[in-house]
T-cell receptor, first 111, second 115 residues
Framework: AQSVSQHNHHVILSEAASLELGCNYS??????LFWYVQYPGQHLQLLLK??????LVKGIKGFEAEFIKSKFSFNLRKPSVQWSDTAEYFC?????????FGAGTTVTVRA | KAGVTQTPRYLIKTRGQQVTLSCSPI?????VSWYQQTPGQGLQFLFE???????NKGNFPGRFSGRQFSNSRSEMNVSTLELGDSALYLC??????????????FGPGTRLTVT
């Protein structure tokens, strides 16, 4: 079974700071990788995805993620965060039509 | 395009009762998955249906069941409710096959409270 680890439980940043959230997964085969975001009071939204090809993928709202196969990692980045990026972020791995999620990282951006 | 819709949005039930939750996928999506979200366990996969067939199932007791109809709409049922079943139940839909088949789009969830 897949396991997904997110390195940080809670991250607090100031606006314009850079953000990097770590994600590691356990499965060594071909995987489909995702980052989802849950803004306060809203439902889970797909931020970005990786299926194959260029390991650096770009998503919505200026987010990007890098897939490093040798490290089983799929880290999320944003060069300059805004107050509106305050949310909970989930890394997920798809295997056999099933998403396995990390525990989530709460990101708080201070204005 | 309308998103995934779930009904009801909120539900309060008593221990021992049963409950049925409904999910309507995005138009054209044939796969529906269900997840349970709790503060302690996070997001956990319940099951996935494609063309009325269950393709995968998570590690939940048999009290949790689901089905999918020919129009891709899905229901999940929890029988003999326990306090620990209190959670946000999320439905997600995807194409289920072909390009983009693995991209799951989530609904707002049904908040179930068991008293």
């Amino acid at each position: 079974a897949q396991s997904v680890s997110q390195h940080n439980h809670h991250v607090i940043l100031s606006e314009a700071a850079s953000l990097e959230l770590g994600c590691n997964y356990s499965y060594g085969g071909t995987v489909n990788l995702f980052w989802y975001v849950q803004y306060p009071g809203q439902h889970l939204q797909l931020l970005l995805k990786y299926f194959s090809g260029d390991p650096l993928v770009k998503g919505i709202k200026g987010f990007e993620a890098e897939f490093i196969k040798s490290k089983f990692s799929f880290n999320l980045r944003k060069p300059s965060v805004q107050w509106s990026d305050t949310a909970e972020y989930f890394c997920a791995v798809e295997d056999d039509y099933k998403l396995s999620f990390g525990a989530g990282t709460t990101v708080t951006v201070r204005a | 395009k309308a998103g995934v819709t779930q009904t009801p949005r909120y539900l309060i039930k008593t221990r021992g009762q049963q409950v049925t939750l409904s999910c309507s996928p995005i138009s054209g999506h044939r796969s529906v998955s269900w997840y349970q979200q709790t503060p302690g366990q996070g997001l956990q996969f319940l099951f996935e249906y494609f063309s009325e067939t269950q393709r995968n199932k998570g590690n939940f007791p048999g009290r949790f069941s689901g089905r999918q109809f020919s129009n891709s709409r899905s229901e999940m049922n929890v029988s003999t409710l326990e306090l620990g079943d209190s959670a946000l139940y999320l439905c997600a839909s995807s194409r289920g096959t072909g390009t983009g088949s693995y991209e799951q789009y989530f609904g707002p969830g049904t908040r179930l409270t068991v008293t």
